[in-house]
Protein backbone atom coordinates (compact mmCIF):
# COMPACT_ATOMS: atom_id res chain seq x y z
CA UNK A 1 0.00 0.00 0.00
CA UNK A 2 1.06 3.47 -0.82
CA UNK A 3 1.16 6.30 1.55
CA UNK A 4 -0.88 9.36 0.70
CA UNK A 5 2.17 11.30 0.95
CA UNK A 6 4.46 9.27 -1.01
CA UNK A 7 1.79 9.20 -3.68
CA UNK A 8 1.67 13.07 -3.93
CA UNK A 9 5.37 13.39 -4.45
CA UNK A 10 6.32 14.21 -8.03
CA UNK A 11 10.10 14.88 -9.48
CA UNK A 12 10.25 16.35 -12.86
CA UNK A 13 13.24 16.23 -14.24
CA UNK A 14 13.59 20.02 -16.53
CA UNK A 15 11.27 21.47 -14.49
CA UNK A 16 11.92 24.64 -14.96
CA UNK A 17 11.76 24.51 -18.69
CA UNK A 18 8.76 25.49 -21.22
CA UNK A 19 6.86 22.35 -21.03
CA UNK A 20 8.09 21.74 -17.31
CA UNK A 21 6.87 24.61 -15.61
CA UNK A 22 3.66 24.12 -17.19
CA UNK A 23 3.57 20.37 -16.08
CA UNK A 24 4.44 21.92 -12.52
CA UNK A 25 2.00 24.42 -12.26
CA UNK A 26 -0.87 21.42 -13.10
CA UNK A 27 0.29 19.22 -10.87
CA UNK A 28 0.61 22.02 -7.61
CA UNK A 29 -2.88 23.27 -9.12
CA UNK A 30 -4.03 19.44 -8.24
CA UNK A 31 -2.44 19.01 -5.04
CA UNK A 32 0.60 17.36 -5.58
CA UNK A 33 4.41 18.20 -3.91
CA UNK A 34 6.38 19.05 -6.48
CA UNK A 35 10.01 18.80 -6.96
CA UNK A 36 11.50 20.39 -10.27
CA UNK A 37 14.85 19.23 -10.79
CA UNK A 38 16.70 21.40 -13.18
CA UNK A 39 20.53 22.52 -14.26
CA UNK A 40 19.08 25.86 -15.47
CA UNK A 41 20.66 25.39 -18.65
CA UNK A 42 17.38 26.40 -20.78
CA UNK A 43 15.83 27.69 -18.06
CA UNK A 44 15.75 30.24 -14.96
CA UNK A 45 15.98 30.27 -11.64
CA UNK A 46 13.26 33.18 -11.58
CA UNK A 47 10.57 30.44 -12.92
CA UNK A 48 10.73 29.12 -9.33
CA UNK A 49 8.81 32.36 -8.35
CA UNK A 50 6.51 32.61 -11.13
CA UNK A 51 4.80 29.42 -10.92
CA UNK A 52 4.67 29.94 -6.76
CA UNK A 53 2.67 33.30 -7.77
CA UNK A 54 0.63 31.70 -10.10
CA UNK A 55 0.07 28.69 -8.18
CA UNK A 56 -0.19 30.32 -4.85
CA UNK A 57 1.43 26.84 -3.30
CA UNK A 58 5.02 25.93 -2.59
CA UNK A 59 7.67 24.35 -5.49
CA UNK A 60 10.67 22.42 -4.54
CA UNK A 61 13.58 23.35 -6.42
CA UNK A 62 16.97 21.24 -6.58
CA UNK A 63 19.38 22.68 -8.87
CA UNK A 64 20.90 19.19 -10.58
CA UNK A 65 22.47 17.61 -13.22
CA UNK A 66 21.05 14.08 -14.11
CA UNK A 67 24.78 13.89 -14.93
CA UNK A 68 25.62 14.12 -11.49
CA UNK A 69 24.26 10.91 -10.52
CA UNK A 70 25.31 11.27 -7.10
CA UNK A 71 23.29 14.21 -6.62
CA UNK A 72 20.63 12.90 -8.44
CA UNK A 73 20.60 9.47 -6.24
CA UNK A 74 20.82 11.40 -2.63
CA UNK A 75 17.60 14.06 -4.17
CA UNK A 76 15.37 11.01 -4.83
CA UNK A 77 16.29 8.34 -1.76
CA UNK A 78 15.77 12.16 0.20
CA UNK A 79 12.08 12.61 -1.74
CA UNK A 80 11.22 9.09 -2.78
CA UNK A 81 8.61 10.62 -5.16
CA UNK A 82 5.90 8.31 -6.33
CA UNK A 83 6.39 9.21 -10.15
CA UNK A 84 8.97 11.25 -11.92
CA UNK A 85 8.23 13.14 -15.10
CA UNK A 86 11.26 13.38 -17.23
CA UNK A 87 11.82 15.83 -19.29
CA UNK A 88 15.49 17.17 -19.26
CA UNK A 89 17.36 17.37 -22.29
CA UNK A 90 19.10 18.93 -24.87
CA UNK A 91 16.89 19.71 -27.52
CA UNK A 92 18.38 21.59 -30.68
CA UNK A 93 18.25 19.23 -34.24
CA UNK A 94 20.83 21.23 -35.42
CA UNK A 95 23.09 21.88 -32.62
CA UNK A 96 22.83 17.76 -32.40
CA UNK A 97 24.51 17.25 -35.63
CA UNK A 98 27.11 19.39 -34.39
CA UNK A 99 28.21 18.18 -31.00
CA UNK A 100 26.77 14.41 -30.83
CA UNK A 101 28.38 12.93 -28.00
CA UNK A 102 27.21 15.77 -25.96
CA UNK A 103 23.66 15.03 -26.94
CA UNK A 104 24.32 11.08 -26.39
CA UNK A 105 25.66 11.84 -22.84
CA UNK A 106 23.13 14.56 -21.76
CA UNK A 107 20.22 12.70 -22.85
CA UNK A 108 21.10 8.86 -22.93
CA UNK A 109 23.60 8.44 -20.17
CA UNK A 110 21.01 11.36 -18.22
CA UNK A 111 18.55 8.94 -18.66
CA UNK A 112 20.50 5.75 -17.73
CA UNK A 113 21.47 7.18 -14.66
CA UNK A 114 17.64 8.16 -13.42
CA UNK A 115 16.62 5.05 -14.63
CA UNK A 116 19.33 3.19 -12.01
CA UNK A 117 18.35 5.60 -9.49
CA UNK A 118 14.41 4.53 -9.64
CA UNK A 119 15.67 1.53 -9.18
CA UNK A 120 17.45 1.81 -6.05
CA UNK A 121 14.42 3.58 -4.13
CA UNK A 122 11.43 1.45 -5.54
CA UNK A 123 9.83 3.90 -8.17
CA UNK A 124 8.09 2.24 -10.90
CA UNK A 125 6.48 5.30 -12.51
CA UNK A 126 7.70 7.10 -15.10
CA UNK A 127 6.44 9.65 -17.91
CA UNK A 128 9.11 10.12 -20.28
CA UNK A 129 9.21 13.07 -22.75
CA UNK A 130 10.17 12.22 -26.23
CA UNK A 131 9.68 13.29 -29.58
CA UNK A 132 8.21 12.25 -32.77
CA UNK A 133 10.88 13.14 -34.26
CA UNK A 134 11.81 9.64 -33.80
CA UNK A 135 9.41 8.74 -36.88
CA UNK A 136 11.83 10.60 -39.30
CA UNK A 137 10.83 11.71 -43.19
CA UNK A 138 6.74 10.72 -42.83
CA UNK A 139 5.30 7.98 -44.70
CA UNK A 140 1.83 9.22 -44.23
CA UNK A 141 -0.08 11.46 -42.57
CA UNK A 142 -0.95 11.70 -40.31
CA UNK A 143 1.65 9.80 -38.19
CA UNK A 144 0.69 7.53 -35.70
CA UNK A 145 2.08 5.17 -33.42
CA UNK A 146 2.46 2.36 -36.04
CA UNK A 147 4.59 4.53 -38.02
CA UNK A 148 8.46 2.87 -38.23
CA UNK A 149 10.82 4.80 -36.42
CA UNK A 150 13.75 6.09 -38.36
CA UNK A 151 14.98 9.22 -36.52
CA UNK A 152 17.72 10.83 -38.67
CA UNK A 153 19.30 13.27 -36.25
CA UNK A 154 20.91 12.44 -33.44
CA UNK A 155 18.90 14.56 -30.81
CA UNK A 156 15.82 11.65 -32.13
CA UNK A 157 18.52 9.22 -31.99
CA UNK A 158 18.99 9.66 -28.25
CA UNK A 159 15.19 9.81 -27.39
CA UNK A 160 14.61 6.59 -29.43
CA UNK A 161 17.89 5.14 -27.33
CA UNK A 162 16.64 5.86 -24.12
CA UNK A 163 13.05 5.15 -25.37
CA UNK A 164 14.06 1.30 -26.20
CA UNK A 165 16.38 1.27 -22.41
CA UNK A 166 12.61 1.99 -20.65
CA UNK A 167 10.91 -0.39 -22.61
CA UNK A 168 13.51 -3.02 -21.53
CA UNK A 169 13.43 -1.11 -17.81
CA UNK A 170 9.49 -1.82 -17.71
CA UNK A 171 10.35 -5.57 -18.81
CA UNK A 172 12.07 -6.44 -15.92
CA UNK A 173 9.32 -5.93 -13.13
CA UNK A 174 5.05 -6.10 -13.67
CA UNK A 175 5.05 -3.29 -11.28
CA UNK A 176 6.96 -0.29 -13.58
CA UNK A 177 4.68 1.17 -16.36
CA UNK A 178 6.24 4.20 -18.42
CA UNK A 179 4.90 6.13 -20.79
CA UNK A 180 6.39 7.64 -23.66
CA UNK A 181 4.84 11.10 -24.82
CA UNK A 182 6.56 11.69 -28.55
CA UNK A 183 5.18 15.53 -29.75
CA UNK A 184 6.35 18.07 -32.19
CA UNK A 185 6.88 21.75 -31.02
CA UNK A 186 4.78 22.71 -27.98
CA UNK A 187 2.89 26.47 -27.90
CA UNK A 188 0.76 27.93 -25.54
CA UNK A 189 -0.25 30.04 -23.27
CA UNK A 190 -0.62 29.27 -18.95
CA UNK A 191 -4.22 28.98 -18.25
CA UNK A 192 -3.92 30.79 -15.13
Given at each position: ??????????????????????ICSDLLNNGYSVFAYD??????????????????????????????????????????????????????????????????????????????????????????????????????????????????????????????????????????????????????????
Amino acid sequence: MISKTKMKKIFVTGGLGYIGSHICSDLLNNGYSVFAYDNLHSSNLSVVKKIEKITNKKLYFIKGDLLNKKLLQNSLKKIKPYAIIHLAALKSVSESFKRPIEYYKNNFVGSLNLIECLDQINCNYLIYSSTASVYGQPKYLPINEKHDENPQNVYAKSKLFSEKMFEDWVKLSPKRKVVTLRYFNVAGACRS
